[in-house]
C-alpha cells in the first residue's frame, strides 16, 4: 500500500459498528457547575481520538438525581483505545472529589433506540428495527421538513445543520422509546412463541389472541 493509498471502509456483517456508552454520576452537592465543567474537559480529551463521533450532557431534573454523560465511538477498538488512554485516567482522576460513578452502559447500532427500562433480552431482529425505525423517521423527517421550509434560502450546510441533530435528538429521546414501548410485544416476541402460534393457526386450534368458539 502507497502512502496515498486509503484503505476500504469495511463493510458487510463483519464491518464495525458504532457504540455508545453512557455512564450515571453522581455529583457532590454545591459542585454542579464545577461538574459541568470537567465534563466539557472530557469530551475535549475523547474528540480527539480516532472514531469519536461526538458526546452529550444530560442534566437531572432535579436537585440530587444523576447526571449522565454520553459518548460514542465508531467502533469498539476506538472505544478501547479511550477508555484504556493515560490521558482518560488522567481526567478521571481530577474528578475523585466532584462525583462518583453509579453506572455504566453499553449499546451498539441500532441496539440505542430500542432499549427499555428493565429489559434485559437481546436486541430485536434487525429487519425489525429497520421496520420501527422507517415509521419513526417518515413523520418526523416531514414534520421537520415543513417547519424548515421558510429557510430554502439558507445554504443547504446551514439547512442540515438544523435539521440533522433535530432529528437525531427527537428520535432517541422522544420517539423512539415510545414507539419501542407500544411495539414492544412484536419487537421483543420470541421465535418459539412465534412457532407455537403459527402451528396451532395451521391445525385450526385457538392461538392464545382469543378464546376458542364454545
Known amino acids: 500500500m502507497t502512502a496515498d493509498a486509503v484503505p476500504a471502509p469495511a463493510t458487510g456483517p463483519h ?39 461526538g458526546a452529550g450532557l444530560l442534566r437531572p431534573g432535579h436537585v440530587g438525581e444523576e447526571w449522565h454523560v454520553v459518548y460514542r465511538f465508531d467502533s469498539v477498538d476506538h472505544l478501547a483505545a479511550w477508555e484504556d488512554s493515560p490521558i482518560r485516567r488522567r481526567v478521571l ?8 460513578t453509579t453506572q455504566v452502559h453499553r449499546v ?33 423527517q416531514l414534520l421537520t421538513y415543513i417547519a424548515l421550509g421558510t429557510l430554502t434560502r439558507w445554504p443547504v450546510a446551514v439547512r442540515l445543520a438544523l435539521f440533522v441533530p433535530l432529528v437525531a435528538a427527537s428520535m432517541t429521546w422522544l420517539v423512539m422509546p415510545r414507539l419501542a414501548a407500544m411495539f414492544a410485544a412484536w419487537l421483543y ?18 392461538t392464545g389472541d382469543s378464546p376458542p368458539d364454545r
Open 15 to 53: 464491518a464495525p459498528e458504532p457504540v455508545t456508552v453512557t455512564v450515571a454520576r453522581r455529583v457532590s452537592p454545591g459542585r454542579e457547575a464545577e461538574f459541568a465543567d470537567w465534563a466539557s474537559r472530557l469530551t475535549t480529551e475523547a474528540s480527539r481520538f480516532d472514531g469519536f463521533l
Open 93 to 100: 482522576a481530577e474528578a475523585e472529589p466532584l462525583m462518583r
Open 108 to 140: 451498539s447500532g441500532l441496539e440505542t433506540w430500542f432499549e427499555l427500562p428493565g429489559r434485559t433480552a437481546p436486541a430485536p431482529s434487525r429487519w425489525k428495527m429497520f421496520a420501527v425505525s422507517v415509521i419513526g423517521l417518515y413523520p418526523l
Open 189 to 206: 416476541a420470541s421465535p418459539r412463541r412465534r412457532r407455537s402460534r403459527e402451528s396451532r393457526q395451521s391445525a385450526g386450534g385457538p
